[in-house]
């Protein structure tokens, strides 16, 4: 995009981030929830946007679900190796390194993403609950010993399902199926919201259950997304913007608005010798 339409689509949205960011800073625990549209911008398709998104091109139901690892495990294999391929091409993006960012100025408690991709981990976020899991490691579905993808990957590359040694159960990757039970992290997370003061929901159509109930949970509610959401109605913020440009502008609003004192460096200033008596 021209420079000129970044610093248009910018001022298009600097209330709503200057609005944001008091929030960020005045807040107590702030969570952030997001989806397959924060990895957009690093060139990985989400399922629901218009055109682009996977769902208009395969249906994730049917290659993502319980029933076709254990049914069609080749061709599940195959879209899970091509999927692992592109991922690993991706790069974290200004959405991903602005939400680290306000993570390590100590403002974002927790990030609970619905991606699979890793790439809030790779751009440094600490404190990350993957609620649909995620494609570092696989499990046998008999005995559950746990082995890394990367062993899993090359097994599918040489034409043959990845089997457990101990047992010969077929390993299955740590990623939640369509039809899978929610892994701990989905609890925590439930908590999470509950026990925050600010929930910004970012990149996510909001629609897969039981995530979308999260929204729900919380007392305040911010939006970064494209299009609208279900949710846009109950929110304090709502911003139609990209996230990668949307969340850039709010860490440095918020740089600014926290006069460069992020709550951890006010933390630091709280307990340093002088203060005791
Ligand atoms: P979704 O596809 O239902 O919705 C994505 C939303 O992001 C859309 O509303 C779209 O308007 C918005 N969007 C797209 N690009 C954007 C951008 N640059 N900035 C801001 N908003 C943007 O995705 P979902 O709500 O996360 O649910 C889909 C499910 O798909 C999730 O469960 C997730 O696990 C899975 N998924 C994950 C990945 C990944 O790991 N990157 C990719 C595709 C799907």
Aim: proline share 5%.
């Amino acid at each position: 995009m021209p420079e000129h339409g970044v610093t248009g689509e910018r001022q298009s949205i600097s209330r709503e981030i200057a609005e944001l960011a008091r929030m960020v800073v005045d807040v107590g625990r702030c969570v952030v929830l997001t989806g397959a549209g924060i990895s957009t911008e690093s060139g990985i398709p989400d399922f629901r946007s218009p055109g682009t998104g996977l769902w208009t091109q395969v249906d994730p139901m049917e290659i993502l679900s319980a029933t076709a690892f254990r049914t069609k495990p080749e061709a599940f294999y195959q879209f899970i190796l091509r999927l692992c391929d592109s991922l690993r091409a991706a790069e974290s993006n200004d959405g991903h390194r602005a939400i680290a960012r306000l993570e390590e100025m100590g403002l974002i408690d927790v990030v609970v993403t619905q991606n699979i991709d890793g790439l809030h981990q790779r751009a440094g976020s600490r404190n990350v609950l993957e609620v649909h899991g995620h494609l570092r490691t696989g499990t046998c579905v008999k005995c559950r010993r746990s082995y890394d993808m990367g062993f899993v990957l090359d097994v599918v590359r040489r034409g043959s399902l990845p089997r457990c040694d101990a047992c010969k159960g077929l390993i299955k990757p740590d990623v939640v199926l369509f039809e899978d039970p929610l892994p701990v992290d989905f609890v925590l997370a439930q908590q999470a919201v509950i026990e925050s003061d600010l929930l910004i929901a970012v990149g996510s159509s909001l629609e897969v259950a039981p995530v979308c109930y999260l929204p729900g949970l919380a007392s305040r509610l911010a939006i970064v997304n494209l299009m609208p959401t279900s949710y846009d109605s109950r929110a304090q913020v709502v911003i139609h913007a990209r996230a990668g440009l949307a969340l850039a502008a709010l860490a440095e609003a918020v740089r600014l608005e926290s006069g460069g004192n992020s709550h951890s460096e006010q933390e630091d200033s709280r307990n340093s010798p002088g203060d005791i008596e």
